[in-house]
């Protein structure tokens, strides 16, 4: 049996991540990595014997590959798939797509143009937990979704500008925002406010550190989602999705699912790592060219990037933002 050959564009932390993870698929080989930066490439290369490389385009040039992983900062994604794409590779692409979503657009349909296999890096939405809640839920009437992430500077300095991360609602809530629709349907509208007092004051902390936000859901529910980069690493009040039934709350975290009820509470933890499910999905994909195993394609993710930039413009006009109109009117 011939094996998958996979290819690294950017190959820090969640590079290695999935590699992890891909490391568990027998048929498997990563094949290169590409990173031009601090030695990572040598060092993606020293652990999972990877050609490494300075220049994405030497890689994809040189080395023969089924399906490149894009795990580069946010405004850099579209034009390195757009590279990857024109050689016909399938694409596995971190969150959020873009910050320009015109360019997403245009990656988008080009992907589905050539009937490529594509999946944006939502890994929740594979997750047992999620997948058990959405099982839960059914077609039962939500009330009310609730979404928060409480949290700390994120770990690596770009992501403090959100000239070039988006803001903690872009970068790393759009798990949350994403996530939700699973239960209550799309999200039509959002209105943000966004904090204008800093609590955080390193020069180079550039971007909003509290978030509030007012989801309206196709299905008649609504929702909030609230997140701060505020407080401290130990705070351990990390993400959350609750979904509000009748006598029933449901609570989706990144390890686990608890159902509350008047009985008590029952509690289902996560039996393997929440990246396991989305790589294992994409291999699955890539074996079979069956593009349904995935749940998150590229135009997924296109969605699901506009919401949190039009809960962006929403903050900084004071008014709602319709998302369809928002998306429209980006990509023209």
Known sequence: MSKLRIG???????????????????????????????????????????????????????????????????????????????????????????????????????????????????????????????????????????????????????????????????????????????????????????NTQQVNFEPDFVNWDGYALTLHYNSGAVGSCVGTYGLFPEIQKGPAIDICLRDRLLRVTDKDVSLYTPEGVQNWANREPLHRGINRSFMAALRSGDATKIKTPLRHGLRSTAITLAANASAQSGIAVAVDEFLNSAVL
């Not at 290169?32 to 490389?53: E, I, L, Q």
């Not at 594509?118 to 047992?128: A, D």
């Not at 949350?176 to 943000?192: T, W």
């Open 8 to 194: 690294f564009i950017g190959s820090g932390r969640m590079a290695h991540v999935h590699a992890e993870q891909l490391s568990h698929e027998p048929d498997v080989q990563i094949v290169a990595a590409a990173d031009h930066g601090s030695g990572r490439a040598n060092d993606f290369h020293t652990r999972w014997n990877a050609t490494a490389f300075s220049d994405y385009h030497k890689m994809l040039d040189e080395v023969a590959m089924d399906a490149v992983y894009i795990c580069t900062p946010t405004t850099t994604h579209c034009e390195i798939g757009l590279a990857c794409v024109e050689r016909n590779l399938h694409l596995f692409i971190e969150k959020p797509l873009d910050l320009d979503l015109k360019q997403a657009h245009r990656l988008v349909e080009e992907s589905e143009r050539r009937k490529l296999i594509t999946c944006t890096c939502f890994q929740w939405r594979y997750s047992p937990g999620y997948l058990r809640a959405r099982e839960m839920v059914g077609d039962e009437a939500v009330a009310l979704i609730n979404l928060r992430w409480y949290w700390t500077r994120p770990p690596l300095r770009w992501m403090w500008d959100r000239e070039q991360a988006g803001g903690q609602i872009v970068d790393q809530n759009i798990h949350l925002i994403d996530g939700s629709q699973g239960f209550a349907g799309e999200i039509e509208r959002v209105y943000a406010a966004y």
